[in-house]
């Protein structure tokens, strides 16, 4: 089975600074891993996927991940914050690989507060 | 148009009302998936069909029923809900169940008087 922990449900930061959304998982199998992001009044959009090939992996709009095995983690962060970035972020997990799986298992998200 | 579209957008219904709701993908994808997205709550699987068979229904009242006639369809018919029905609805898309990468509508925002 598996399962996923998004440790903050807010995070706030200034405009300029650094973002960390954390991130926890539990799966049987090895993973694959997702950043959402959900603007309001938007469906979901894809950040990143990790798929077991690099371990650092580097999404849209300046967005990266690293997948940490040993932590079972996969944090979001982004060197600088900007205003646009205030949305609503799910990591979700899947132990899809090919076929005959359910779909995927989200966070309860994060909602990312950028303050100007 | 491209990607996943959702009609409508906002739905308002009483409870003895019979509403549908529609998602079209332009992806040329084979598995596509209901959500719902309650307030506080993670999104939630309903369904999913892949090649247009059905191959998940995660334990939804019966009041929603869906149907994919082709691959590019899917819609949502919706009788005697319930005001705890209440949420966003979203449609999702990808290559085919297995292919994880999934592509999201905008959602329809369902209200239940």
């Known amino acids: 089975a598996q399962s996923v922990t998004q440790l903050d449900s807010h995070v706030s930061v200034s405009e300029g600074t650094p973002v960390l959304l954390r991130c926890n998982y539990s799966?049987?199998?090895?993973?694959?891993l997702f950043w959402y992001v959900q603007h309001p009044n938007k469906g979901l959009q894809l950040l990143l996927k990790?798929?077991?090939?690099?371990?650092l992996v580097k999404g849209i709009n300046g967005f990266e991940a690293e997948f940490k095995k040993s932590e079972t983690s996969f944090h979001l962060t982004k060197p600088s914050a900007h205003m646009s970035d205030a949305a609503e972020y799910f990591c979700v997990v899947s132990e899809a690989l090919g076929g005959g799986a359910d779909g995927l298992t989200f966070g309860k998200g994060t909602h990312l507060i950028i303050q100007p | 148009e491209t990607g996943v579209t959702q009609t409508p957008r906002h739905l308002v219904m009483g409870m003895t009302n019979k509403k549908s709701l529609k998602c079209e993908q332009h992806?040329?994808?084979?598995?596509m998936y209901w959500y719902k997205q309650s307030a506080k709550k993670p999104l939630e699987l309903m369904f999913v069909y892949n090649f247009k068979e059905q191959t998940e229904n995660n334990s939804v009242p019966s009041r929603f029923s869906p149907e994919c006639p082709n691959s590019s369809h899917l819609f949502l018919h919706l009788h005697t809900l319930q005001p705890e029905d209440s949420a966003l609805y979203l449609c999702a898309s990808s290559q085919a169940q297995g292919y994880n990468e999934q592509f999201f509508g905008p959602g329809t925002r369902l209200t239940v008087l």
């Open positions: 990790y798929t077991s090939a690099a371990t």
């Open positions: 992806l040329g994808h084979n598995a």
């Open positions: 799966s049987s199998y090895s993973p694959s």
